[in-house]
C-alpha cells in the first residue's frame, strides 16, 4: 500500500472514519498532516500501540492541545490501553509542565471516559506519606545509579527542601504509581521534555535515564519521530543532537 492508503486504513481502525470539519474547509493541510502522520510516521516506528498512543498523548497534553488528548484518549482506548494506564500517563506530566495544565487535560480525559461509560474508582497509589520520600529516592536510584546521593547531599542548605520536593513528589507520587512501570515512565518524560523544549539539560539526564531502563536508541528515535510532526523540526533536532550526544553509534 502507498502511505495515502495506509493513512486511511490506519485512521479508521483508530477512530472508525476520517471525517472531521478541517478535511472539509482545508483539505490541502488535511492531506499533509494525515499522510505524514498516519501514513509515514506510524507505519515507520516499531513502538507498542500502547505506547505510542501514551507518548502522542502527553505530548498533546504538553502542547495543551486539548482536541488532541481528546483523539489520542479515543485512540488509546481503541487500542486497548487500560483507562488507569490512560490517566497514569497524563499524570505523569504534572513534575515538568505543571499541575494547572495536567488538569486541564485530565477534565478532557474524563470527558471521554464518561462518554464511553468508562469509570475509574481504585487508587494507583503505592505511597503513604511516611513512605513517599525514601521511595521516591529509591525509584531515582532504579533509573539513575548512586549518583543521587551525591546530588542530594550536595545541595546548599537553602535549597535542600527542592531536592526533597523533586524525590518526593516527581519520584515518589508519580513514579511509583501503578499501571506504568520505570521503563514506560521514562519513554514518556522523554517525550514530554522533548516537546517541552530549552530543557536539553534534563533531556540529557532522561536520555541515560532510558538506557538504564532498557529503552535503547532505536525506541528514543522511533519516540522522537512520532513527536515530531506535532512539536516541529527545531525541538526535535535539539533532541536529536542530545541523543547522538549521550548515545554514539
Do not use: W
Not at 505506547?51 to 481528546?70: D, G, P, Y
Request: with cysteine.
Amino acid at each position: 500500500m502507498n502511505r495515502i492508503e495506509i493513512s486511511n486504513e490506519t485512521m479508521k481502525h483508530l477512530y472508525g472514519s476520517d471525517e472531521n470539519k478541517i478535511k472539509q474547509t482545508d483539505k490541502d493541510f488535511f492531506d499533509i498532516k494525515t499522510r505524514l502522520v498516519y501514513g509515514e510516521v506510524y507505519n515507520h516506528i516499531k513502538l507498542s500501540s500502547k505506547m505510542r498512543e501514551l507518548i502522542l498523548l502527553v505530548v498533546a497534553t504538553t502542547n495543551l492541545t486539548m482536541k488532541e488528548v481528546s483523539k489520542h484518549t479515543k485512540a488509546a482506548l481503541s487500542e486497548k490501553v487500560a483507562p488507569e494506564a490512560i490517566k497514569e500517563a497524563v499524570y505523569s506530566a504534572g513534575a515538568y509542565i505543571g499541575l494547572g495544565k495536567v488538569e486541564m487535560a485530565v477534565e478532557v480525559v474524563n470527558k471521554v471516559f464518561e462518554e464511553e461509560g468508562i469509570s475509574i474508582v481504585e487508587s494507583q497509589k503505592t505511597v503513604t506519606e511516611d513512605s513517599r520520600l525514601q521511595k521516591g529516592i529509591k525509584a531515582q536510584k532504579d533509573i539513575f545509579g548512586e549518583k543521587i546521593d551525591n546530588m542530594r547531599a550536595s545541595a546548599p542548605k537553602n535549597q535542600k527542601h527542592i531536592q526533597d520536593f523533586l524525590s518526593a513528589y516527581c519520584f515518589g507520587d508519580f513514579y511509583t504509581r501503578k499501571s506504568l512501570d520505570l521503563k514506560e515512565r521514562e519513554l514518556l518524560t522523554f517525550s514530554i521534555i522533548t516537546a517541552q523544549g530549552g530543557c536539553e539539560p534534563q533531556l540529557v539526564a532522561h536520555v541515560a535515564g532510558n538506557v538504564a531502563m532498557g529503552n535503547g536508541k532505536d525506541v528514543l528515535l522511533d519516540a522522537l519521530t512520532l513527536c515530531m510532526p506535532y512539536i516541529g523540526f527545531p525541538k526535535a533536532l535539539n533532541a536529536l543532537a542530545v541523543v547522538n550526544k549521550v548515545i554514539e553509534d
